[in-house]
């Protein structure tokens, strides 16, 4: 059926909102979670102190995406609502276990696992289900959706400082349940009007028979070549991408003490990745084809500069400065991932490459981040480990410049192919007009021979 565009669907927009909100809100704001986990968990004799911690909330982001392949053949086969109710319940269960942790291990499964996962069931169908309600005005629906998580990000942090200040980490991480059971509820506005794999397979009788499994999963994406680049040119930029994420507060704790506050940092790369994504987003309309990409090279240079040059700034002026750009272009990234995957891999396929995009950027932004705690528990400081972050934004750019070229060399074979199979077409549908031809004029002389 055709989107109505709007009358329910404001309401999903705004449930949809809140999901960007809460889940990445919580997530961006996990450097003020980390420093206080430093000081709740740790000891001074402990020479791993920033590696071990810092997997809590690197492996929390990491599974978010990490789990998408996933949740794409769930959301096809039990609907968007089912899937995003389950997904905020588990959520919800993960981080009320998280605030009853005596130790650093358990966080692991309770936060980094069951809370993150439930986070990415809850999250992707948000995205598939405006598709439902929205088609005209889908692009501006998802520019005030996504702006919902530089929302949170740009207040959340503040709320963690005034709460773990007051009530300490474990009761922070129960009030946060409340927008996790907020979010359980958003969920069950998510009604479809397309129907899903389950009600197409069972038909009016109601019986569910799997698919096939080329149908639940479209590896057919890997065969297109500019798709394959960028879907390992983007995870190979992703190293570092995390990296000012977790470990930024606490490096300007160790340079600056408690004279700065360290929360504006986060309220800077919020507030401009939120406008990051308003304008950019504008201009790849602008921007032809798969040439969009050179708006992420752009912005994976820019984001690997930032990073180098965070060691670099001796005035808290500076990082706040550093942090504007960074937010900006870290917006522009984002928003562009969905119309570069439409250029890649039309319509029919976008979802599931989005999906298997979104697993591969899984394992370097889980790895980013604790490997930076290394090198501060090893060297003393972070200067180190913001430099090396810089260098993966800055290869991965460098790989994705490949991509129009081989795109636009992809299309000139397939034009090419086109036109070589419609040429033996035409040759084969004139060789039967000129056998049709030859038959009914030998016919009348073969009845003519017989006549005589």
């Known amino acids: 059926p055709e989107p109505p565009e709007g009358g329910w669907g404001w309401v999903v927009m705004l449930a949809a909102m809140w999901c960007n909100g809460a889940v990445f809100g919580i997530q961006n704001s996990c450097g003020v979670l980390f420093v206080s986990m430093l000081q709740l968990f740790g000891s001074s004799d402990d020479k791993q102190l920033a590696f071990k911690t810092a997997w809590v909330s690197s492996l929390s982001m990491g599974m978010v995406f990490f789990c998408s392949p996933i949740v ?22 993960g981080l009320l276990l998280s605030s009853f942790v005596s130790t650093i291990e358990p966080l692991y499964f309770t936060y980094g696992i069951l809370f993150a996962c439930g986070c990415s069931f809850a999250y ?12 005209k005005r889908l692009g501006l629906v998802n520019g005030i959706v996504t702006a919902g998580s530089s929302l949170f990000t740009v207040s959340l942090p503040f709320l963690l400082r005034v709460l773990i200040d007051s ?107 939120g406008v990051g994504r308003l304008i950019f987003g504008r201009v790849a309309d602008y921007i032809p084809g798969a040439k969009k990409i050179y708006l992420q090279v752009a912005s994976f240079f820019f984001i690997g500069l930032m990073s180098m040059m965070i060691p670099l700034c001796k005035a808290f002026g500076a990082l706040v400065a550093v942090c504007l750009f960074m937010g900006l272009f870290d917006g522009c990234f984002i928003c562009i991932m969905a119309p ?48 090396l972050a810089g260098v993966p934004p800055l290869i991965g750019g460098a790989i994705l410049c490949f991509i129009p070229w081989v795109h636009e060399r992809q299309k000139l074979k397939e034009r090419a192919r086109a036109k070589h199979v419609d040429g033996e077409t035409t040759e084969k549908m004139l060789e039967n007009e000129s056998t049709l031809v030859s038959d009914t004029t030998e016919k009348p002389v073969k009845e003519l021979d017989s006549d005589f």
């Open 167 to 273: 009530v300490d980490l474990y009761n922070t991480l129960r009030v946060l349940c409340v927008l996790l059971f907020v979010l359980f509820l958003a969920g069950f506005t998510y009604k479809p009007l397309i129907p899903n794999t389950k009600d197409k397979e069972g038909g009016k009788k109601g019986k569910f028979k799997i698919p096939p499994a080329k149908k639940i999963c479209n590896f057919s994406v890997f065969k297109v070549l500019s798709y394959r680049i960028w879907a390992f040119g983007i995870p190979a930029a992703l190293f570092g991408y995390f990296v000012p994420y977790v470990h930024l507060m606490k490096h300007v704790k160790d340079r600056f003490g408690d004279s700065v506050p360290e929360e504006v940092l986060l309220l800077c790369l919020g507030i401009t990745s």
């Open 72 to 93: 794409s053949i769930f959301t096809d086969l039990f609907g968007c609502r089912k899937v995003a109710v389950v997904g905020a319940a588990v959520g919800l269960i």
């Open 340 to 387: 570069i995957a439409f250029e890649l891999v039309g319509a029919q396929d976008v979802s599931q490459a989005i999906g298997f995009l979104l697993g591969l950027m899984s394992v370097p932004m889980t790895v980013g981040p604790p490997i930076a705690g290394l090198l501060r528990d090893k060297l003393g400081n972070y200067d180190v480990a913001f430099y």
């Open 124 to 135: 992707q169908p948000s995205l598939v289900i405006l598709g439902h309600y929205f088609k």
